[in-house]
């Protein structure tokens, strides 16, 4: 058994009704609406549309997180190649994360961290070793904020950054997109 597979047996169970999740936002998220509430609090839930892959969170798996949950790590595995449509749809999966973070911390920074190799243009066994890590931005996140454009956004600027490195002169080329991390801390803008 590997570390992967140890860590998805891992359950959280909910406060309120005991009900098992393998994925602990997903039952922080199911403890906000099962929560007893006074019947005038209306709090700040919204009840969003999730993207796809809603109970498998787009297949970001938390890798990391402190400070009871003040910051988290997820991390999505990728396809190995250089397909941007494949990147792009990896940071469009990212959005039931997302919405569900917020949810659970009411205001949040994220940034995204790229890790890939590029190949020599004209030697394609000449590969950067180690891997480059791209780093998108931080972005700020409050419920209500449209994130399926502001991933977009984020997108677009790493789509630049490699574009950047590609035309520094070294005659790299992007190889393999190999995972993709999305860092989120809770920030509230209120309190700081
Ligand atoms: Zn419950």
């Avoid at 999505?76 to 749809?89: A, E, G, N």
């Avoid at 659970?104 to 070793?129: H, P, Q």
């Avoid at 789509?159 to 999305?182: K, P, R």
Wanted: aromatic share 10%.
């Amino acid at each position: 058994m590997n570390d992967d597979e140890i860590k998805s047996l891992k359950t959280y169970s909910c406060k309120y009704c005991k009900k098992n999740f393998s994925r602990s936002v997903n039952c922080r998220y199911h403890e906000l609406h099962c929560r007893p509430r006074k019947p005038d609090d209306v709090g700040y839930r919204h009840d969003v549309q999730f993207g796809r892959g809603h109970e498998r969170n787009g297949d970001f798996e938390e890798i990391k997180q402190g400070l009871d949950h003040l910051f988290v790590t997820y991390r999505k595995k990728l396809t190995h190649d250089s397909d941007t449509d494949q990147l792009q749809s990896a940071f469009k999966d990212a959005l039931t994360v997302l919405q569900k973070e917020v949810a659970v911390r009411s205001g949040m920074k994220y940034y995204f961290a790229l890790k890939l190799t590029f190949r020599k243009a004209i030697d394609a066994n000449v590969i950067t070793e180690p891997p480059v890590v791209l780093q998108t931005d931080p972005m700020r996140g409050l419920p209500g904020n449209n994130y399926e454009n502001d991933l977009d956004k984020v997108f677009k600027g790493i789509l630049q950054q490699i574009d950047d490195f590609e035309s520094n002169g070294s005659g790299w080329v992007a190889h393999e997109f190999q995972t993709l991390d999305l860092k989120i801390v809770t920030y509230t803008p209120w309190t700081s």
